[in-house]
């Protein structure tokens, strides 16, 4: 893997990452461990391929449209969302994938780099309980080559976020 330019370390949303997860106390060596891939990986098999993992080890971060609200999913590159289990869960009518702007509204960040952390304001999170099948999973860093290990406890942690089964397998 080659090593990361110094440009690409200090892209202002990876260091909003780096922060938030600094603030919401994450292990260090979740924060250390950020790594900045030669190529962006905006799909869980590529970043899968890319880390040399199991598909299902991938958190994806995954922006949804519920009655209007922001509603950050992460799930296992193994799953798909069931959405009508989501809106359930939230108590929404309808939730939806969200459009590029509405996900760079919420997050700051563009659509295969959403990380969990690092938003401009809280965003409502579910993490699936599929998640904790893994010791370590890899999120977004923020930018689509950026990923970071962690748990799907620290995951919780520092999202504030609510364990569900919000998937079915893929």
Do not use: C
Not at 20 to 36: E, K, T, V
Not at 105 to 132: C, F, K, N, S, Y
Not at 134 to 161: I, N, Q
């Amino acid at each position: 893997m080659d090593a990361p330019t110094q440009q690409s370390a200090d892209h202002p949303r990876v260091a909003a990452v780096k922060e938030a997860l600094r603030s919401a106390g994450a292990d260090p060596s979740s924060i250390a461990g950020l790594l900045l891939l030669p190529e962006a990986v905006t799909t869980a098999a590529a970043a899968a391929a890319a880390l040399e993992v199991e598909v299902g080890q991938i958190a994806n971060s995954l922006v949804f449209d519920a009655d209007g609200a922001p509603l950050l999913v992460l799930t296992s590159g193994r799953h798909r969302v069931d959405t009508g289990r989501v809106a359930e869960l939230v108590g929404a009518r309808s939730v939806g994938r969200a459009d590029r702007e509405f996900v760079v509204a919420a997050t700051g960040q563009v659509i295969g780099g959403v990380a969990p952390v690092g938003h401009p304001a809280p965003v409502r999170t579910l993490v699936d309980v599929a998640l904790d099948d893994y010791d370590r999973v890899w999120a977004a860093g923020g930018v689509a080559r950026s990923v970071f290990p962690t748990t799907f406890t620290e995951l919780l942690a520092v999202t504030g976020g609510t364990a569900a089964q919000v998937a079915r397998e893929a």
